[in-house]
């Protein structure tokens, strides 16, 4: 879609006001990044400093995203910024879903860092035991 503004000289000028397909394509990114690292928008606003509904905006691409704040995202979810500048492949489909190993990478990072923060003992011995079991479980024992 265009329309017509005036430049500063009066003439007038057409301006695509159109949504960017290279925003929209990072912001599909983001929002499976994200998916993958069982984050909420809430948790990936608050790492970035700004609200859910901004990450919203990032992830429908109605808001572009300062070059500062996606190596921000990439350093967050523990990928290479060039992850949201991938071409798709000439014999296929982009790849919409995060590299299985970056997911697991960041789920690990945020999962060790949470971890950290956790000072009760009892506390931190009761999740070892919960993944202990989740493990046991998965295994079919």
Known sequence: MTSKIK?????????????????????????????????????????????????????????????????????????????FYETKPENGPADRTAPSASAATTADAIFRESFEKIRDPRARYLLSELARVICEIEAGK
Do not use: P
């Open 7 to 83: 430049s500063k000289t009066g003439q007038d000028m057409m301006a695509d006001v159109s949504k960017d397909a290279t925003t929209g394509d990072i912001g599909h990114r983001i929002k499976s990044l994200r998916r993958s690292a069982g984050l909420s928008q809430a948790n990936l606003g608050s790492a970035l400093g700004v609200t859910f509904q901004q990450v919203q905006k990032y992830e429908s691409g109605r808001s572009r995203i300062a070059a500062d704040k996606l190596h921000q995202i990439a350093q967050t979810m523990g990928v290479d910024i060039s992850y």
